[in-house]
Nanobody, 115 residues
Framework: QVQLVESGGGLVQPGGSLRLSCAASRSIFNFNAMGWYRQVPGKQRESVAEITSGGSTNYAVSVKGRFAISRDNAKNTVYLQMNSLKPEDTAVYYC?????????WGKGTLVTVSS
């Protein structure tokens, strides 16, 4: 069973940056597109970024130009660089396969954007 462990969240001021990491317990990245998702309490989880096995990326309109997803297959890790953060980016961030999440969700990492 694959475990996904997200890290790197925290409290940041508007306009700041954070880099999230997601480590998988075994090699799953070579043949799967991976995505970052986020969820605000009371709302559905939404996809914010995706990276294919070939390295192509896609972003939600709300984060395009500010977020960048990358992957290191050798480390079984996918990253999300978040710049120019806004209060509306506040959420718990998760990673999983994309566009369908086939593995159990990890605990996520909380990102709070506030002054």
């Amino acid at each position: 069973q694959v475990q996904l462990v997200e890290s790197g969240g925290g409290l940041v001021q508007p306009g700041g940056s954070l880099r999230l990491s997601c480590a998988a317990s075994r090699s799953i990245f070579n043949f799967n597109a991976m995505g970052w998702y986020r969820q605000v309490p009371g709302k559905q989880r939404e996809s914010v970024a995706e990276i294919t096995s070939g390295g192509s990326t896609n972003y939600a309109v709300s984060v395009k130009g500010r977020f960048a997803i990358s992957r290191d297959n050798a480390k079984n890790t996918v990253y999300l660089q978040m710049n120019s953060l806004k209060p509306e980016d506040t959420a718990v961030y998760y990673c999983n396969t994309s566009p369908l999440a086939v593995y159990a969700w990890g605990k996520g990492t909380l990102v709070t954007v506030s002054s």
